[in-house]
């Protein structure tokens, strides 16, 4: 299957594809089998970024439970990997913590890819320098950054290129049952925040649409379009996100689907990035 976006608002007319695909035959059997995953958070309206905001985090995770029940003791080798956003996405990492008793508790890892100068004109699968294993119990946690400087009303989380992802599909061997790990906020970590600083009326409105969930995106739009957003309205939405629970998808390809609800991420030994040039200066370079 070859899947194709377009995007012509202008509706230009005569406009030409020639994108496409070669197939290459082999009569010999391949050591392994490839597979691709989809990681990051869940595609929903209730994925909230608010606007003028310069630098707003999502953070989307698959979390231990469900890498423990998918890879095999020896775990899958990631050699290839693409990072997603739309338009507001500016910094994509897919990060890999695992637990570690000398650190008492979860350790980051190097990432294993990382755009800090995402461009979504720009998109492509990157080739990593070396396979990242990745072991039973792992989480893997895609982080993304938005600038919504240009932005008057909240950006939600949809299908729409107007509308936001945060996504990585990581190709690796050998190829597991597992197809998709997600996850989404719990929405109870919104609840001060909204009661603080929404209107009676839009709280209200707000707990009926949560309830129905019948148009969430023009509903989430309208609802929270009302606030000014102020630098700390923004800073403590997106921490009320961040430092709260969530919720863990993550279904196989034979139809089987787990979920669960998950306590906030929380890393005791962070990854720290080596100093290149003092370490060359170190070597005598």
Same mark, same amino acid.
């Given at each position: 299957?070859?899947?194709?976006?377009?995007?012509?608002?202008?509706?230009?007319?005569?406009?030409?594809?020639?994108?496409?695909?070669?197939?290459?035959?082999?009569?010999?059997?391949?050591?392994?089998?490839?597979?691709?995953?989809?990681?990051?958070?869940?595609?929903?309206?209730?994925?909230?970024?608010?606007?003028?905001?310069?630098?707003?985090?999502?953070?989307?995770?698959?979390?231990?439970?469900?890498?423990?029940?998918?890879?095999?003791?020896?775990?899958?080798?990631?050699?290839?990997?693409? #990072?997603?956003?739309?338009?507001?996405?500016?910094?994509? *990492? $897919?990060? &890999?913590?695992?637990? !570690?008793? /000398?650190? =008492?508790?979860?350790?980051?890892?190097?990432?294993?890819?990382?755009?800090?100068?995402?461009?979504?004109?720009?998109?492509?699968?990157?080739?990593?320098?070396?396979?990242?294993?990745?072991?039973?119990?792992?989480?893997?946690?895609?982080?993304?950054?938005?600038?919504?400087?240009?932005?008057?009303?909240?950006?939600?989380?949809?299908?729409?290129?107007?509308?936001?992802?945060?996504?990585?599909?990581?190709?690796?061997?050998?190829?597991?049952?597992?197809?998709?790990?997600?996850?989404?906020?719990?929405?109870?970590?919104?609840?001060?925040?909204?009661?603080?600083? #929404?209107?009676?009326?839009?709280?209200?409105?707000?707990? *009926? $649409?949560? &309830?129905?969930?019948? !148009?969430? /995106?023009? =509903?989430?739009?309208?609802?929270?379009?009302?606030?000014?957003?102020?630098?700390?309205?923004?800073?403590?939405?997106?921490?009320?996100?961040?430092?709260?629970?969530?919720?863990?998808?993550?279904?196989?390809?034979?139809?089987?689907?787990?979920?669960?609800?998950?306590?906030?991420?929380?890393?005791?030994?962070?990854?720290?990035?080596?100093?290149?040039?003092?370490?060359?200066?170190?070597?005598?370079?």
């Amino acid at each position: 299957v070859m899947e194709m976006h377009y995007s012509n608002p202008s509706l230009v007319s005569g406009v030409r594809d020639s994108s496409g695909f070669l197939i290459t035959y082999t009569n010999m059997t391949p050591t392994y089998e490839a597979g691709i995953l989809t990681l990051g958070h869940f595609v929903t309206p209730l994925m909230i970024i608010p606007p003028k905001d310069p630098s707003f985090s999502v953070y989307g995770t698959c979390d231990s439970t469900c890498t423990a029940a998918a890879i095999p003791s020896t775990g899958i080798k990631i050699f290839a990997n693409l #990072l997603h956003t739309h338009l507001v996405g500016r910094a994509v *990492t $897919l990060r &890999q913590l695992r637990m !570690n008793s /000398s650190c =008492g508790g979860l350790q980051e890892l190097p990432p294993v890819d990382q755009n800090m100068q995402y461009d979504f004109d720009f998109q492509q699968t990157n080739l990593l320098t070396r396979p990242v294993n990745v072991l039973p119990g792992d989480i893997l946690q895609v982080i993304c950054t938005y600038n919504t400087t240009g932005v008057n009303n909240v950006t939600v989380g949809g299908l729409s290129t107007y509308d936001e992802m945060c996504l990585s599909f990581p190709v690796y061997y050998p190829r597991i049952e597992l197809g998709v790990c997600l996850s989404v906020y719990d929405w109870n970590n919104y609840i001060p925040f909204a009661q603080s600083n #929404l209107a009676p009326a839009d709280f209200q409105a707000l707990g *009926t $649409l949560l &309830q129905t969930g019948s !148009n969430l /995106s023009s =509903g989430i739009k309208s609802i929270f379009g009302t606030l000014a957003w102020t630098q700390q309205q923004q800073s403590d939405f997106q921490a009320a996100g961040i430092s709260g629970a969530f919720y863990g998808f993550c279904s196989a390809r034979n139809g089987s689907y787990l979920q669960q609800k998950d306590p906030a991420i929380v890393v005791k030994c962070a990854y720290s990035t080596p100093n290149t040039c003092q370490t060359l200066a170190s070597r005598g370079a």
